[in-house]
């Protein structure tokens, strides 16, 4: 008898394990996990988790989690599986067993919408800086010494361009003016050979000094700009970002050298970038446009703009601790659900439209 027990339990707790609710790791994180206040769970994540028990009959106990432990207590064996963003990595692949991919998503990056009227405040406030006032006092400066010059090179030429002393100094700074800007009139014009050299020489020293203060005034005004394109890395590795504590992106952002605020949640985020205490916000291009709609439908409304720059691609899935008994049907009813109408419902309604290319080949 004690033989055959002893043969038996291991059976009787297989079978004790088999029945047990999985426990399933989950982070709130719009639009792929929503607590109720009630406790329950709404989202992407709980709706794939239901239509997977509904097909395996499989019960179902969700653990709220902080979302940079969600994969190792997986690996850990404290819970089953998880639930939300998570991409497949080779560094989480070591640790669990990931199911195929479940959604494509996209790494992109958000910014405070920029109006006409906040957009013209900013060029105005920009064009009136003490760098450019420099360089408008460096210029006149520079046309009242030419003007001198040349008036007292042409003072007393027959042709009476630049005769008498206010008047003749005032005629040569508007000779000096519309030269410098290549407009050249051509009513005053110096005729001693010392008076065409200065003029020479202000010509080429003239479109220069042009040169200089519009590459100053474009380079001041270029903050405006980079609100509205975003093209590459380059174009906001100088911004002040938040991120997803614990997340790929402020992972990715630290090893780009980006200033990285972190955040418990993309809303927290978004609340600092709306009120100026961080210039950009980076994470998941779904999270960022529900979040988005979110922040749009307030009152006042706070318009967040994501440009269609991508960072890098990511594949979602459902990582499950390894050798667990239940993977292979998991990962068979995961795959089930995504191609139905349910699924592509859901997307719809979370999301808005089916995200990637990934659907549209299924």
């Known amino acids: 008898m004690i033989i055959l027990l002893q043969a038996c339990t291991p059976l009787c707790l297989q079978a004790a394990d088999a029945t047990a609710p999985l426990r399933v790791g989950i982070h709130e994180k719009p639009p792929y996990a929503l607590k109720n206040p009630d406790g329950t769970w709404t989202g992407l994540a709980p ?32 819970i089953d599986a998880a639930a939300g963003e998570i991409e497949v990595t080779p560094e989480a692949e070591k640790l669990v067993d ?33 760098t450019i006032a420099k360089y408008l006092i460096g210029i006149f ?44 009139y051509g009513d005053k014009t110096p005729a001693t050979i010392a008076g065409r050299i200065i003029a020479v020489f202000w010509m080429i ?9 519009t590459a100053t005034v474009t380079s001041s005004m270029s903050s405006v700009q980079v609100a509205n394109s975003i093209e590459s890395v380059s174009d906001f590795n100088h911004l ?15 090893r780009i050298g980006v200033r990285t605020h972190e955040y418990e949640s993309i809303p927290e985020a978004f609340d600092d ?20 709609r979110e922040f749009a439908g307030r009152k006042p409304p706070i ?15 459902i990582p499950v601790r390894e050798g667990h008994e239940s993977y292979k049907q998991i990962n068979q009813a995961m795959l089930q659900f995504t191609m139905s109408e349910e699924w592509i419902e859901l997307l719809q309604h979370w999301i808005g439209e089916t995200p990637s290319r990934f659907y549209k080949t299924l």
């Open 98 to 130: 990931f199911t195929q991919p479940f959604l494509t998503s996209s790494l992109c990056i958000a910014l405070s919408k920029v109006s006409w009227e906040s957009a013209w405040k900013s060029v105005l406030k920009d064009f009136f800086n003490w």
């Open 141 to 184: 400066l520079a046309m009242l010494a030419i003007s001198l010059l040349l008036w007292f090179a042409e003072r007393h030429h027959r042709t009476g361009h630049f005769h008498g002393g206010i008047t003749g100094i005032g005629s040569a700074l508007w000779f000096a003016a519309v030269t410098m800007t290549t407009v050249g």
């Open 303 to 317: 318009h967040i703009n994501i440009p269609s720059f991508r960072i890098r691609e990511a594949f979602l899935a």
């Open 240 to 254: 002040s970002c938040g991120a997803l504590r614990g997340s790929l992106s402020s992972d990715i952002l630290r």
């Open 273 to 292: 970038l709306a009120a100026g205490k961080i210039e950009a916000v980076v994470g998941d291009r779904n999270t960022l446009s529900y979040v988005r």
């Open 47 to 78: 709706g794939l988790w239901k239509g997977i028990s509904d097909a395996t009959g499989l019960g179902i106990v969700f653990v709220e989690l902080p979302y940079e432990d969600l994969v190792q207590q997986v690996a850990d064996g404290k």
């Open 205 to 213: 020293f003239g479109v220069v000094l042009v040169s200089a203060f």
